[in-house]
């Protein structure tokens, strides 16, 4: 019976020791083969190698007297491992057990003689693991909760002041028909109707406790639903009054502008050394909070109430300092 599989033993052999650099030889086939208690010959191999690209593999072949032999592709070229791998170690929402795991799941797409190109130590700046550990099955869960349009139900985690973690609302059950999933500031957050908010709302994932597919009804997306639009109001500036804003900005600031609000922001030139964007924001906390990242460099020009709140909080930040 062994000897029938024989092709699948050179596959296997190839795929666990070759790549473009480190081709093997019929003669290193034939001595693994034989280590199996296989018996072939230079015929045999350069057969069953043909009977492998046949079906679909990708098998190089430098022919020569001693041909060799390689894998061309696995799927996954090793650049592209590269950036996944990167990617897990910079996610926030992947604990740091679970991305040793991982990056061990990926680096086994490439060939052993690979596998020290992807050992990277990558230095992701402000980056704090989630300590749990359950976030991608959370995640997992709630993907198929879309899919299958089921309601999920779960506990909120908040913190106290003394960092402790607790139950938000001593422990309320949250019932929430999810709708999307969205990966925002190393976050992974999901939007859904929530039947205690009565509305649309985002929850981050690796704060659910356990989310558990519901046999309670689900509410289908309302018709006004949009979530390109939900996503720049809460996300670009959170919750707040949506207001249309005129700043003056200084030149050097367009590059920050349109990193904010998109190449389509609205600009015009004010004077030699400043322009003016108009745009459309939650009036909150976090919008004024950006503006005065810039130290007097974007300066609110209208409407007037939106100066004044803004003069007043400064005001009020100062008198506290």
Same mark, same amino acid.
């Given at each position: 019976?062994?000897?029938?599989?024989?092709a699948?033993?050179?596959?296997?052999?190839?795929?666990?020791?070759?790549?473009?650099?480190?081709?093997?030889?019929?003669?290193?086939?034939?001595?693994?083969?034989?280590?199996?208690?296989?018996?072939?010959?230079r015929?045999?191999?350069?057969?069953?190698v043909?009977?492998?690209?046949?079906?679909?593999?990708?098998?190089?072949?430098?022919?020569?007297?001693?041909?060799?032999?390689?894998?061309?592709?696995?799927?996954?070229?090793?650049?592209?491992?590269?950036?996944?791998?990167?990617?897990? /170690?910079?996610?926030?929402?992947?604990?740091?057990?679970?991305?040793?795991?991982?990056?061990?799941?990926?680096?086994?797409?490439?060939?052993?003689?690979?596998?020290?190109?992807?050992k990277?130590n990558?230095?992701?700046?402000?980056?704090?693991?989630?300590?749990?550990?359950?976030?991608?099955?959370?995640v997992?869960?709630?993907?198929?909760?879309?899919?299958?349009?089921?309601?999920?139900?779960?506990?909120?985690?908040?913190?106290?002041?003394?960092?402790?973690?607790?139950?938000?609302?001593?422990?309320?059950?949250?019932?929430?028909?999810?709708?999307?999933?969205?990966?925002?500031?190393?976050?992974?957050?999901?939007?859904?109707?929530?039947?205690?908010?009565?509305?649309?709302?985002?929850?981050?994932?690796?704060?659910?406790?356990?989310?558990?597919?519901?046999?309670?009804?689900?509410?289908?997306?309302?018709?006004?639903?949009?979530?390109?639009?939900?996503?720049? /109001?809460?996300?670009?500036?959170?919750?707040?009054?949506?207001?249309t804003?005129?700043?003056?900005?200084?030149?050097?600031?367009?590059?920050?502008?349109?990193?904010?609000?998109?190449?389509?922001?609205?600009?015009?030139?004010?004077?030699c050394?400043?322009?003016?964007?108009?745009?459309?924001?939650?009036?909150?906390?976090?919008?004024?909070?950006?503006?005065?990242?810039?130290?007097?460099?974007?300066?609110?020009?209208s409407?007037?109430?939106?100066?004044?709140?803004?003069?007043?909080r400064?005001?009020?930040?100062?008198?506290?300092?």
């Open positions: 019976m062994i000897n029938k599989n024989r699948i033993y050179v596959f296997k052999y190839l795929w666990d020791h070759t790549d473009e650099e480190h081709p093997a030889t019929t003669k290193d086939i034939i001595a693994h083969l034989a280590s199996l208690g296989i018996s072939t010959t015929k045999t191999v350069a057969d069953d043909a009977e492998l690209q046949s079906g679909g593999f990708d098998i190089v072949v430098n022919r020569s007297r001693q041909n060799e032999y390689f894998i061309g592709s696995r799927n996954l070229e090793l650049p592209e491992l590269k950036l996944i791998i990167d990617a897990v /170690q910079a996610a926030k929402f992947i604990s740091p057990k679970k991305s040793v795991e991982l990056i061990g799941k990926i680096s086994a797409l490439a060939s052993p003689h690979q596998g020290d190109e992807l990277r990558l230095f992701v700046d402000g980056k704090v693991k989630t300590s749990n550990e359950k976030v991608y099955y959370a997992d869960t709630l993907f198929t909760a879309i899919q299958t349009e089921k309601a999920v139900t779960f506990k909120y985690i908040e913190y106290t002041a003394e960092k402790k973690k607790v139950y938000k609302h001593k422990g309320q059950i949250y019932i929430l028909s999810p709708y999307d999933m969205v990966w925002c500031s190393d976050a992974y957050y999901v939007l859904g109707f929530s039947e205690s908010h009565g509305k649309v709302v985002k929850f981050r994932v690796d704060r659910m406790h356990r989310p558990t597919l519901s046999d309670k009804p689900y509410r289908p997306k309302p018709d006004n639903y949009d979530i390109s639009e939900f996503c720049r /109001q809460v996300f670009s500036m959170y919750d707040g009054t949506l207001c804003v005129e700043l003056k900005c200084e030149n050097s600031l367009m590059k920050s502008v349109i990193d904010r609000f998109g190449e389509d922001v609205q600009t015009r030139l004010f004077d050394t400043h322009f003016i964007a108009t745009v459309e924001v939650s009036v909150s906390p976090t919008f004024f909070a950006w503006i005065f990242t810039y130290n007097g460099k974007i300066q609110i020009i409407p007037e109430m939106v100066k004044r709140e803004y003069a007043d400064l005001k009020m930040a100062l008198d506290k300092a």
